[in-house]
């Protein structure tokens, strides 16, 4: 049979008569494998011996996977004991659990688990034994997600090298160039930014500060405002709760900047730092370790998250469908590292982030109304030679049909909005910068968070407007020279507040 799993239960005593137990096993598991099996497969149980307070046994089936059988059987085994003997089931492992199951492809290098396993994979056939699964693992559907984890690892690796899925949507007219150097370079020059003091982080001086917050007021007034979204503030911290149920904290865990909190705020126990603090004029490390928590949240990553979780559990009603809000105060904070380059890729920044869910009509709809704004604000104020993709990653393209070929199916999935930097290179041969996207994710998150609407299915999408990259962009192509930049703009702009003469 393609799965076995050999378990061992152990008994709050000893068992009155092991030979009519034994028999009776047989029939519990029967019962149990018709129950959690069904029609998704054959169980039967192999083998079955009871020694004193111990119960051995051996279940086998093909098709579904025999877990849910056994604590089925272990729950029923408790109640028949607790009757007829008062003795109840303590607890239950597996010394080993076997499964088999299909991987799309052979794999081209050793896949390996972080916890006790043997995997022998011929062709396209994987066999997976765990081994020595308390409890807990077996109810948690450990098996479940190894499974799932293996076939995830093949499948990433059969895409290696081939980073995204790329197809050109559209392309603005092309046009002239007033610039051709690194704005950042120049608004260092100018004394408009300054890197540091920490990581990846800026320092916008009034200038930068303005235009910055003209990009925020155009994407406000511009595309926000006229589609009927509605601010909200949300924490800046993400908990680790959130992003597991997101999916974050198993896909970016290198990504994150950690939140930790002191133990305690008495100043007694912090009187060794802060002396140390005084003498030594240095940060004593090893002191501030022993002080504060392990990381229990991360600073805020992306916003949507924590919009979700707002909505947990609820049931919105159809006259606020398709609900449209927004975040525009928590600060996006990313471990970039080697990637890190001037404002456009950056550990901290701002961004507007537009939530929406509604049925999914509603939010292709809202989409196309999208689409259209944001063409408004980069052609006619900002006046970018910019282009949109469908990117989605390789490996994704497999497992939910998105990402396909044909543009009308192209549904679920993300667009990213690019613009040409002249100084990176011609407009063929240099990377452009993705300056923001917008994706529509199906059910994915109203399902893991539990968010229902008042009828019909509820679909939901997030579009990241990065204001720093709408400021790169816009500065690269029209320079840091008021006169070669838009009327349009101009007018958001203002008057530009006087600049800090430093000597
Ligand atoms: P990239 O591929 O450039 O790293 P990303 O795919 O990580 O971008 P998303 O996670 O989709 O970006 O974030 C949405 C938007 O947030 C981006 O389109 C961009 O505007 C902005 N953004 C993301 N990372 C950064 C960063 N390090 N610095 C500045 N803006 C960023
Ligand atoms: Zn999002
Ligand atoms: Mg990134």
Request: with cysteine; hydrophobic share 40%.
């Amino acid at each position: 049979m393609d799965h076995a799993l050999e378990a061992e239960l152990t008994l709050s005593g000893p068992a009155k008569d092991p030979p009519a137990l034994t028999a009776r096993l047989n029939d519990l598991a029967g019962e149990a494998l018709r129950r959690t099996i069904g029609s998704r497969g054959e169980g039967r149980l192999v083998q079955a011996r009871v020694e004193g307070d111990r119960v051995e046994l051996t279940l086998e089936s093909t098709g579904a996977r025999p877990h849910q059988a056994l604590l089925a059987l272990a729950r029923r085994l408790a109640e028949e004991l607790g009757r007829s003997e008062k003795i109840g089931v303590r607890s239950f492992r597996a010394p080993r659990y076997r499964v088999t199951f299909d991987i799309d492809s052979a794999p081209k290098h050793p896949v390996t688990l972080p916890i006790p396993h043997q995997l022998t994979i011929e062709g396209t056939r994987a066999t997976l034994t765990l081994t020595d699964l308390a409890e807990e693992a077996l109810r948690d559907n450990w098996m479940d997600r190894a499974v799932l984890l293996v076939q995830e690892k093949v499948r990433k690796q059969a895409y290696e090298g081939k980073e995204q899925y790329w197809s050109l949507l559209s392309s603005s007219p092309r046009r002239e160039m007033r610039f051709d150097r690194d704005p950042t370079e120049e608004m260092i020059a100018r004394n408009w930014v300054r890197s540091g003091p920490t990581k990846g982080k800026w320092f916008l001086g009034p200038t930068a500060a303005h235009l910055l917050k003209t990009m925020g007021r155009i994407a406000r007034a511009e595309v926000l405002d006229p589609l009927g979204f509605s601010e909200v503030v949300q924490p800046h911290h993400d908990s680790f709760d959130i992003l597991l149920r997101t999916g974050h904290l198993e896909g970016l865990p290198m990504e994150f900047y950690y939140v930790t909190e002191p133990k305690t705020r008495d100043p007694a126990a912090w009187e060794t730092f802060t002396d140390l603090v005084k003498i030594t004029r240095r940060v004593p490390e090893e002191e501030l370790a022993r002080l504060v928590s392990p990381p229990r949240a991360v600073s805020c990553y992306a916003q949507c998250p924590t919009i979700y979780w707002w909505l947990s559990g609820r049931t919105i009603g159809l006259e606020s469908l398709p609900l449209r809000i927004f975040d525009g105060t928590a600060i996006s904070n990313r471990y970039e590292s080697g990637g890190r380059h001037g404002l456009e890729r950056v550990d901290e920044f701002h961004r507007l982030e537009p939530v929406y869910l509604g049925t999914p009509e509603q939010l292709l709809e809202l989409r196309e109304a999208l689409l259209q704004r944001y063409a408004h604000v980069f052609d006619d104020i900002l006046e970018l030679e910019w282009r949109t993709a469908w990117v989605t990653p390789f490996y994704l393209q497999q497992s939910g049909g998105v990402g396909v070929e044909d543009a009308k199916e192209r549904i679920k999935g993300t667009i990213d909005f690019e613009a040409y930097l002249p100084y990176r290179g011609d407009r063929e041969g240099s990377e452009w910068l993705e300056f923001q996207n917008l994706s529509i994710v199906g059910e994915k998150y109203t399902r893991a968070f539990t968010i229902r609407a008042q009828k019909g299915e509820l679909w939901s999408g997030c579009s990241g407007i990065g204001l720093e990259r709408w400021l790169t962009a816009f500065l690269a192509q029209k320079g840091l020279d008021p006169d070669g930049w838009p009327a349009a703009f101009r007018t958001y702009a203002g008057a530009l507040p006087a600049e800090v003469r430093f000597l």
